[in-house]
Nanobody, 117 residues
Framework: QVQLVESGGGLVQAGGSLRLSCAAS??????????MGWYRQAPGKQRELVASISRGGMTNYAEDVKGRFTISRDNTRNTVYLQMNSVKPQDTAVYYC?????????WGQGTQVTVSS
């Protein structure tokens, strides 16, 4: 059973930084994780893609986080990261990581990020 566990959320002041981590477990030896990434959902809004990264390291970002957020991954640790710099109050949301394993998408439980002004 593949499980994703996020960490690193919390309260941060506007202009500050936060680093989210998401570790996958239950991966059968020899099976690779393909695409990984982060979505977020703010109160009253739909879930939106924040950033994604392929197994080979190709990245994609939502327009409003470009230049501020950086996604990375460590394939040896089955972990994806989201470095959030220059955060804004509108970044406040629950952040969910995901991973594709054998064409199936798995989700983390979500971690709350709150940016105070």
């Amino acid at each position: 059973q593949v499980q994703l566990v996020e960490s690193g959320g919390g309260l941060v002041q506007a202009g500050g930084s936060l680093r989210l981590s998401c570790a996958a477990s239950g991966i059968i030896l020899g099976i690779s994780i393909n695409g990984m990434g982060w979505y977020r959902q703010a109160p009253g809004k739909q879930r939106e893609l924040v950033a994604s990264i392929s197994r080979g390291g190709m990245t994609n970002y939502a327009e409003d986080v470009k230049g501020r957020f950086t996604i990375s991954r460590d394939n040896t640790r089955n972990t994806v990261y989201l470095q959030m710099n220059s955060v804004k109050p509108q970044d406040t949301a629950v952040y969910y990581c995901y991973a594709f394993v054998l064409a199936r998408q798995y989700w983390g439980q979500g971690t709350q990020v709150t940016v105070s002004s």
